[in-house]
């Protein structure tokens, strides 16, 4: 699958040459609606990690069921 970043860019060049400033401008919105919407998702399922070591956010990969070493509740 492409990644968003080319797809992005080449989405904006296409409205670009258009010539239709409006279009730019439909493709800026969408682009703040998409945003306005990750930051809300944030808000509802973001994790509190401001000043924690990664491991008390998350389980380190190299944790297995027979050598957890007091890492939290897992």
């Known amino acids: ?4 970043r080319i797809l ?3 989405w904006f060049g296409l409205l670009i040459q258009s010539g239709e ?3 730019v401008f439909f493709g800026y ?11 809300g998702i944030e808000m509802v399922y973001g994790v509190d990690a401001e ?5 008390k956010v998350a389980r380190p990969v ?5 050598s957890d ?3 939290g509740d897992w």
């Open 29 to 39: 919105l969408l682009g703040a609606v998409v945003m306005a919407a990750a930051g």
């Open 51 to 55: 000043r924690q070591s990664l491991e």
């Open 69 to 71: 070493e007091g890492y």
């Open 21 to 23: 400033a409006i279009n």
């Open 1 to 4: 699958m492409p990644d968003a």
């Open 62 to 66: 190299s944790v297995t069921e027979f």
């Open 8 to 10: 992005s860019s080449r």
